[in-house]
């Protein structure tokens, strides 16, 4: 039936409908890609920039100094905000302050910035959660910022932690690592660790870790979950519902350590 009509449907179930989009990754097999190939940004050679691999195709980027692409992001959200989305994540926006030969010569983050700025506007009061996104360049426009990689079902992955020292894969150890030095950002926007897990079901997690995780959301006052309700068992689902409804306070002791109700973490 229909976005609006799904939107209509979650709020009147008492929520506030959210939209996860990537509107800055143009991919192959998109209509946009076919129809404004000029409008893609390309290197000193006329290549199109890389901008990653991801589902099954190569990541390529607008180039967000065009006033075209910066109407039609606009159009975009705008649209987003009409279907009734009062909540809206919007991913991999590296792409927009990667290198190439914009269209106007500005500095990358200012290209990214403008095109953050227009998208802001357009989507009026809904909450806007900016990831994969440079850090400065994107404070002031967004509500909430993701500020590490995504945390995974495992504690570390020693394939990409050990082998390869990559401490920006995604995994638990490096995301709280990774938020716990970016709360200094807190004053000026919503600092987001990624989401907390509840589930037994396919989590390599053991209990103190996942406990971790949760107490690292509460100190940053954002919480959020991928368990799937339905897949959880009754005392999961139970413990879900206590934590958010939970709102203990939050003292910072040392440069690692909190105090949350007064029990140290």
């Avoid at 290197?43 to 065009?66: I, Q």
């Avoid at 009061?125 to 079902?153: E, H, K, T």
């Avoid at 926007?189 to 897990?197: G, L, R």
């Avoid at 799937?228 to 879900?240: K, T, V």
Wanted: glycine residues 8%.
């Amino acid at each position: 039936s229909g976005m609006k009509a799904l939107a209509s449907r979650i709020r009147e179930a008492g929520f506030v409908p959210g939209l996860w989009l990537a509107p800055l990754l143009v991919v192959p097999s998109s209509r946009l890609y076919q129809e404004h190939p000029e409008w893609l940004l390309r290197d000193g050679r006329g290549k199109l920039v890389s901008a990653g691999f991801n589902w099954g195709e190569p990541l390529h980027t607008l180039d967000c100094t065009r006033p075209e692409v910066l109407a039609w992001l606009a159009a975009l959200m705008q649209k987003v905000r009409a279907w009734g989305f009062g909540y809206v994540k919007l991913d991999f926006l590296y792409a927009g302050a990667l290198p190439g030969m914009h269209g106007n010569e500005v500095p990358r983050e200012a290209a990214y910035r403008d095109a953050l700025r227009v998208m802001r506007e357009a989507l009026g009061d809904a909450y806007l959660l900016s990831c994969g996104a440079p850090v400065v360049p994107s404070l002031g426009l967004c509500d909430g910022l993701r500020v590490g990689p995504d945390v995974a079902a495992a504690w570390d992955v020693p394939r990409d932690s050990v082998l390869l020292a990559n401490h920006a894969a995604p995994g638990t150890r490096n995301a709280v690592r990774t938020t716990v030095h970016r709360l200094c950002l807190a004053p000026v926007v919503h600092v987001d660790p990624d989401v907390v897990y509840f589930r037994t079901h396919r989590c390599a997690m053991i209990s103190a870790e996942k406990a971790l995780l949760r107490d690292l959301a509460s100190v940053c006052g954002f919480r959020a979950t991928s368990d799937i309700p339905g897949q959880l068992a009754p005392d999961e689902r139970a413990n879900l519902l206590a934590f958010f409804a939970s709102r203990p306070r939050v003292e910072r002791t040392g440069r690692y350590r909190f105090a949350l109700d007064g029990r140290p973490v």
